[in-house]
């Protein structure tokens, strides 16, 4: 369907609606050696290291790394031309309090999910034309947002992350929301599925468990189905559904197999929280290994990949494939996909 009132060349230039290229794609991923392909799996704080190659598949902004958007433009630009595939570059922009740019002076008063759920489809959609326009000045192409929570009470609700409590509400809002992003050219990762709805408790500061049914968590994810079609891909929830998994859902193998039903990119978050390696009784290399073999596409850490006192992420992942046939055919899948969302968004457009 059409937007009424878009121009055809934006239409055009949405990065869903470009076909994938599946020879090009073949063509980049032969000539990736295990360990390139494991690094496209990574999406990380900028490294450390400014003048050696970029390995990783993302870069991350959190915090205030953003602040000094001219600094970050320049880092960005500079890591750009270290890496033999160009990264996604990416950043959570939901809104109100989770607002990185707000240095930036359009930016300033972006409402939270929350208060855009009060506002017509039209005025959502205009404020994320503008948080994508921000993000692609400054190089940024991925948002970790919107938030696809059906929240009617507990922690997303509580915070204003959520747009609503109810399903239809949370739909609409946030597909106005990616499509504006996606006019500026920016992806939509959805989050947090299959959905937090109304949990209490911070998955970043203690492991959270939801007693629902397996009906209602499938029922719960139902939201991001509904607004499929204007996403790139969906960050797991560092929740335990108990009736489908007793690990998180970053961890789940069918979890995992449930976004990829849908074309998705399955997109972790944040692996380096030390309470996940308490849940599985064990490290944080246990972690990244679960993650992995449960089928995600893009492992999310915090840390530098080259940080001296963290994971060697991509290294661990190099030398699991080589040393497990099935492992090395699931990064080559893995790594695929990365780069059939990559091809769709023009970055492989030079390769």
């Known amino acids: 369907m059409v937007d009424a009132g878009i121009p055809a060349q934006v239409l055009n230039a949405r990065p869903l609606n470009r076909k994938v290229n599946d020879e090009r794609v073949d063509r980049v991923l ?12 990574i999406l990380a704080y900028p490294q450390i290291d400014r003048l050696k190659p970029v390995e990783v598949g993302g870069i991350l902004f959190v915090g205030n790394s953003l602040k000094n958007v001219v600094k970050a ?37 972006l409402p939270s999910a929350h208060e855009m759920a009060k506002l017509e489809d039209a005025d959502v959609r205009r404020w994320g034309r503008k948080v994508g ?12 947002a919107p938030v696809l929570d059906v929240a009617p009470s507990g922690h997303m609700e509580r915070n204003g992350r959520s747009f609503s409590g109810e399903q239809d509400v949370v739909v609409q809002k946030a597909m106005a929301y ?35 049914t397996k009906e209602r968590v499938y029922a719960e994810a139902d939201a991001f189905v509904k607004a499929r079609d204007a996403l790139g891909g969906v960050m797991l929830a560092n929740v335990v559904y108990a009736s489908v998994d007793d690990r998180p859902a970053i961890l789940s193998p069918k979890l995992v197999a449930r976004v990829h039903e849908h074309d998705w990119l399955a997109v972790t978050d944040d692996v380096s929280i030390a309470l996940l390696a308490d849940a599985v009784g ?33 290294g661990i992942l190099t030398r699991l494939a080589d040393s ?28």
Request: hydrophobic letters at 35%; aromatic letters at 4%; a neutral charge.
């Open 30 to 41: 032969q000539s990736l050696s295990t360990r390139e392909r494991a690094g496209q799996l």
């Open 73 to 109: 433009k320049e880092k960005i630009d500079a890591s750009r031309v270290r890496a033999k595939v160009p990264p996604f570059v990416a950043v959570d922009m939901e809104g109100g309090p989770s607002n990185r740019m707000k240095s930036v002076r359009s930016l300033k008063a």
């Open 133 to 144: 326009e921000a993000m692609k000045s400054v190089g940024l192409n991925l948002n970790l």
């Open 178 to 212: 990616s499509r504006g992003l996606l006019e500026a050219g920016v992806v939509p990762i959805g989050k947090h599925f299959p959905g937090y709805g109304d949990t209490d408790g911070d998955s970043d500061h203690a492991l959270v468990t939801c007693d629902w």
């Open 282 to 314: 064990g490290t944080g290399e246990d972690v990244l290994v679960q993650a992995f073999r449960a089928g995600n596409d893009l492992i999310l850490t915090t840390a530098p990949p080259d940080w001296n006192k963290g994971l060697d992420y991509i």
């Open 324 to 351: 497990d046939a099935s492992a090395k055919k699931q990064l080559e899948e893995s790594c695929r996909r990365v780069l059939r969302l990559k091809d769709r968004m023009g970055l492989l457009d030079a390769l």
